[in-house]
């Protein structure tokens, strides 16, 4: 499998060197990054199906106004999900106090989960992606206002 961190350092060469695209194979593994669009992983072996999406309900539209606190940002590209699973309560929302290390929410990568936990206590201010939409590196995910 390839290293997330080393997903992480050819984004940061990308954006450095101004490369629009870059496709790396290792072994049966491959990542394309498109700095134009969303990164793309050509999976070559089945994988446990993704959670499918929940319908949202008012409190889970992603915020459009400007937040004033602590921009939590995505640390990988992939689809950002509210909730464990379809049929589970979201982990965080808006007005609700988070302590740091709270999971916040979960991206799916490279058909791995990884859950995004809070980097500091806070109220949530705005949850700024909606459930199931794709992310970028580095798009602001959450607002959170200081205690």
């Known amino acids: 499998m390839m290293d997330l961190d080393r997903i ?18 290792e072994g049966e593994q491959s990542v394309r990054i498109n700095r134009g669009a969303v990164a793309a992983v050509a ?8 959670p499918a ?6 409190s889970e539209a992603p915020t459009t106004v400007a937040p004033s606190g602590h921009v939590l940002r995505a640390p990988m590209v992939g689809t950002f999900y509210r909730s464990p699973s379809p049929n589970s309560p979201v982990f965080t929302d808006t007005g609700q ?3 740091e290390g709270d999971v916040l929410c979960i991206i799916e990568s490279m058909k791995m989960m990884n859950e995004i936990k809070a980097d500091r206590a806070g109220v949530i201010e705005a949850v700024l992606v909606g459930n199931s939409e794709s992310v970028e590196f580095d798009q602001p995910l959450f607002a959170i206002l200081d205690d």
């Open 43 to 50: 999976p070559l072996a089945p994988a446990s199906p993704a």
């Open 8 to 25: 992480r350092e050819l984004i940061e060469l990308m954006e450095e060197t101004g490369v629009a695209e870059l496709e790396i194979r």
């Open 53 to 58: 999406a929940v319908a949202q309900a008012p």
């Open 97 to 99: 106090r988070v302590r």
